[in-house]
Structure formats: structure tokens, C-alpha cells
């Protein structure tokens, strides 16, 4: 147990010290508080300094009413430095007003940054629909500078910075009107400016999680734009940037797990994404509502899903994980020479998880990095459609070039279907028709026996 000797020599400390610190500063109520702002708890700094303030003068009117001398002396020492608390003491003693000195620390601005700043960002966040937030405070150097002349000259242990009480008070306040704090990815995000005065809302990217299927050929993924202008007329992208305007923001990102080729389409399951919609001040989006918004934007040619929110991890996880897919193609081919059932049964069997090098195809070569691959075409299933025409279904790890493991590439891709075809061959036609996400490997081996599940994954994942 702490006996009162030691309480009241800890009283005394603590006001010792804030005497020490007010005879050489003036200090705002804010200001002298946050010193001993780890002191007690419940109360705002400029209850702690306004306490203190008066147990100061209480001592020093104790001393004027016992007749102690010096107290006069203090009282017009102190007084300037205490501020308008001291106003009545001051006047009643020595017949005039006083003149508080501004405060060392925040020039007397700090209780009205946190009132103007609070009520700033609550009428722009009131002017968009946004649920959670984050505050943070930029403060020059010289006031960061005098706080810790302070803390460091009276050896203050228990003090707080004045960006943590800038922080915590206007967040306070936004709580008051019922927005959330939140420190790991809020909806927007509230920049004070301490000198010269200014608040900044910044609303945060929303990131959605999708999946999309591109009907169509000749769509890019991302925008292509060239000097003539557009290189192709649609893009998966554009598609997208109609939720811009859903969700009142500056423009929409478009990271997909993978991409397909511009003629290539992209069926099935749809591919993965994350739709990042830049400065969103709608967040409460109706996600049923989108996929059609994408849908009539694109003419149809563009399907989305959305899932749910994502997180800006997301983005990178998705990326990493279709490094991992294996991808179901379907590919029609024409062949230079005929070809028959037995050439196709011979394909198939030489294709059951065969490995394939790959040197980057020279069509791309000019913008991706040249290097050889190892991937594994896990299965092939041909039907023959014409004498020089057929249809392949490809099981293939992600990565690799369809394309050319039907052409052969010059020689760049091997083993090819034209190498084992003994004819040239062309890869007319391509689409994705399903994406095997890691979970669900198993599959893919089993291509011929699972013929069920692969049926069922061809269908569609809408609801
Ligand atoms: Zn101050």
C-alpha cells in the first residue's frame, strides 16, 4: 500500500513540476495538460492543465491570505503564463486586467484546429457515404520542436505528442456523429494541417473482389491507347470504368489474376480480379447491381461477378495464386495437311502431363522478358471437325502460350501438336473455358474420369 506520506509527495511533485515549467512558459490549458497526459484517466488534456492550473492558484492565493510576501511576486510572474484562469485573482490583486501571453507550444491555435478540423471533416464526410475513418495530423517542426524542449529540460515522463492529441480529439468528434475509426483500411481518410490551417479528406480506393468473363474477341484486357488512338475498341478495363460513377470516384484499376490475349475469350468461371475504384465516396455499393451496370456498359460483352470487398493484399494474392491455376483451353485448329481420328488418338496420348519448353513466343518477345519455360499440358482431348479442322480441349498449367504449343513457335515451343501432327498447324480460334483454382487440382489429372466435374465447371458461376 502506498501510504499518504508518499501520495502527497507525489502531489507534490507533480505540481512542483508544473510550476517549474509555468514561471518560464505560457502554456494553454491543452498544452500543460498533455505533459502529464498519461496521468490519470478519462479526462481530456485541457481538463489536466486546467487542473493543475487552479491547484497552482490556490496555493498561491493560500500564501497571499497568510500574509507570505513573495506570493505577490509569483502571482505577476505566473498569471501571464496561466492565461485567462488567472484573470480574476490577477485583476482583484493588483487592480488591472491581465494580458495573457499566447501559448509556447501551439501559439494558442490548437483548440481551434481540433474544433475547425473536426467540423470540416464532418461535413465533407456527411456530404458522401462513408462508414470508418482515419485521422492524421501534420504538425511543423518548430512546435514539435518547443514540446520536446519541455519534455527533455523537466525530465517529463508521462507526456503525449501534440499529434496524438490532434489525432485522438477530431476522431472523437467524427465518433460522436457516428463514423468509425479504422486504423487498417478505412473509407477515408481525414489530413489535418496544423499551420498553415487546412483539412484535407482523402476517400481511400475501394477494392471489390470479382470475377469477369469476356464474351467477345478483339477486347483487350487494360486500355491500349497508341499515338492513332485506341489499338482496339474495348476493353475489359473500360467495361469496368462504368462503376466509377456508382460509387462517385476518380477512375477504376483493373487488376486481374492473369490476362487473356486480346482475341482470346474468357468463359467459364470468369477470371479473378480485384476492381479498385479510386477515391470512392459511395461504399455501400449494391454488388448484384454492378454486374449488371458492367453488363449494359459493355454491351453485353463484358459478365462480372462481385464478391465482396477485398483488401490491397488481395490484389498480390490473387496474382500469386493464378501463377499456380491450371487453365482449361478450347482451341480450333487448322491443320496445312489432312489429318484423321488416329492422328488425334495420337495426340491425346502423347499429351497426358507431358512437359513442354517454351522459349517466349517471338510475337511477345519485343515486350516481355526472353526466357525458356518448363510447363506441363496435363491433358489434350481433340474431336475432329473437318479434314483440316479440330477442336482441342487443353489442360495446362497457367503460363503457357496456347498458341504456340499448336505452331510450334519456328521451333521455339517443342513438343507441339504440329511436331506431332507432322503438318503445320494453326491456332484459329482460342477461349479460357475454365480456370482450376489450386483448391481443386485434383481435377485436372483425372481430365478423362472426371468428366462429370469437368462438365460442371464449365458451367456458369453466376447465381
Ligand atoms: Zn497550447
Known amino acids: 500500500m502506498v501510504g499518504p506520506e508518499r501520495l502527497v509527495t507525489a502531489a507534490a511533485k507533480i505540481v512542483g513540476t508544473a510550476l517549474s515549467i509555468v514561471r518560464e512558459y505560457p502554456l494553454c490549458d491543452r498544452c500543460l495538460g498533455r505533459l502529464f497526459a498519461l496521468l490519470g484517466r478519462g479526462h481530456t488534456n485541457e481538463e489536466r492543465g486546467r487542473a493543475l492550473k487552479l491547484l497552482i492558484l490556490k496555493s498561491i492565493h493560500m500564501a497571499l491570505r497568510e500574509g507570505d510576501e513573495e506570493a505577490e511576486t509569483l502571482l505577476r510572474q505566473l498569471a501571464p503564463n496561466l492565461g485567462p484562469v488567472a484573470a480574476r485573482l490577477y485583476e482583484e490583486v493588483f487592480g488591472e486586467p491581465l494580458n495573457p501571453k499566447p501559448c509556447f507550444i501551439c501559439g494558442g491555435l490548437l483548440d481551434d484546429v481540433i474544433n475547425k478540423a473536426a467540423e470540416a471533416a464532418a461535413r465533407e464526410l456527411a456530404s458522401s457515404r462513408v462508414e470508418t475513418f482515419l485521422v492524421a495530423a501534420h504538425v511543423p517542426d518548430y512546435v514539435i520542436k518547443r514540446e520536446n524542449e519541455l519534455r527533455f529540460r523537466f525530465k517529463l515522463a508521462y507526456t503525449e505528442s501534440i499529434k496524438a492529441e490532434i489525432r485522438r480529439e477530431v476522431s472523437k468528434r467524427l465518433q460522436r456523429r457516428g463514423l468509425r475509426p479504422d486504423f487498417e483500411s478505412p473509407d477515408a481518410l481525414v489530413s489535418v494541417y496544423f499551420e498553415p490551417f487546412s483539412v484535407t479528406v482523402y476517400f481511400m480506393p475501394l477494392l471489390l473482389m470479382a470475377r469477369y468473363k469476356k464474351l467477345g474477341r478483339r477486347i483487350s484486357q487494360s486500355t491500349w491507347l497508341t499515338r492513332e488512338g485506341l489499338k482496339y475498341p474495348y476493353s475489359v478495363e473500360m467495361a469496368f470504368s462504368t462503376l466509377a460513377r456508382a460509387a462517385e470516384g476518380a477512375g477504376v484499376v483493373l487488376h486481374a489474376a492473369g490476362r487473356e490475349d486480346v482475341d482470346v475469350r474468357m468463359l467459364g468461371n470468369g477470371r479473378p480480379a480485384v476492381i479498385e475504384i479510386k477515391q470512392a465516396r459511395v461504399r455501400d455499393l449494391d454488388l448484384s447491381a454492378l454486374g449488371e451496370r458492367v453488363r449494359q456498359a459493355s454491351g453485353g460483352l463484358i459478365e462480372a461477378f462481385f464478391e465482396g470487398r477485398a483488401r490491397r493484399k488481395d490484389v498480390r494474392s490473387i496474382k500469386?495464386?493464378?501463377?499456380?491455376?491450371?487453365?482449361?483451353?478450347?482451341?480450333?485448329?487448322?491443320?496445312?495437311?489432312?489429318?484423321?481420328?488416329?492422328?488425334?488418338?495420337?495426340?491425346?496420348?502423347?499429351?497426358?502431363?507431358?512437359?513442354?519448353?517454351?522459349?517466349?513466343?517471338?510475337?511477345?518477345?519485343?515486350?516481355?522478358?526472353?526466357?525458356?519455360?518448363?510447363?506441363?499440358?496435363?491433358?489434350?482431348?481433340?474431336?475432329?471437325?473437318?479434314?483440316?479442322?479440330?477442336?482441342?480441349?487443353?489442360?495446362?498449367?497457367?503460363?503457357?502460350?496456347?498458341?504456340?504449343?499448336?505452331?510450334?513457335?519456328?521451333?521455339?515451343?517443342?513438343?507441339?501438336?504440329?511436331?506431332?501432327?507432322?503438318?503445320?498447324?494453326?491456332?484459329?480460334?482460342?477461349?479460357?473455358?475454365?480456370?482450376?483454382?489450386?483448391?481443386?487440382?485434383?481435377?485436372?489429372?483425372?481430365?478423362?474420369?472426371?468428366?462429370?466435374?469437368a462438365a460442371k465447371g464449365l458451367q456458369t458461376p453466376h447465381p
Open 320 to 453: 500469386e495464386a493464378a501463377e499456380e491455376h491450371l487453365k482449361v483451353y478450347r482451341a480450333l485448329v487448322v491443320t496445312s495437311a489432312p489429318i484423321d481420328e488416329s492422328a488425334l488418338a495420337r495426340l491425346e496420348d502423347f499429351f497426358r502431363g507431358r512437359q513442354v519448353k517454351q522459349r517466349t513466343p517471338r510475337r511477345v518477345r519485343h515486350r516481355r522478358p526472353d526466357v525458356v519455360r518448363t510447363k506441363t499440358v496435363h491433358s489434350v482431348k481433340a474431336r475432329l471437325i473437318a479434314p483440316n479442322v479440330f477442336e482441342a480441349l487443353v489442360v495446362a498449367d497457367a503460363g503457357l502460350y496456347i498458341k504456340e504449343l499448336v505452331d510450334g513457335d519456328g521451333g521455339d515451343t517443342s513438343p507441339s501438336f504440329a511436331e506431332v501432327l507432322g503438318t503445320d498447324a494453326y491456332c484459329a480460334e482460342l477461349d479460357v473455358v475454365y480456370i482450376i483454382h489450386e483448391a481443386h487440382k485434383g481435377l485436372a489429372t483425372g481430365w478423362g474420369s472426371d468428366r462429370g466435374q
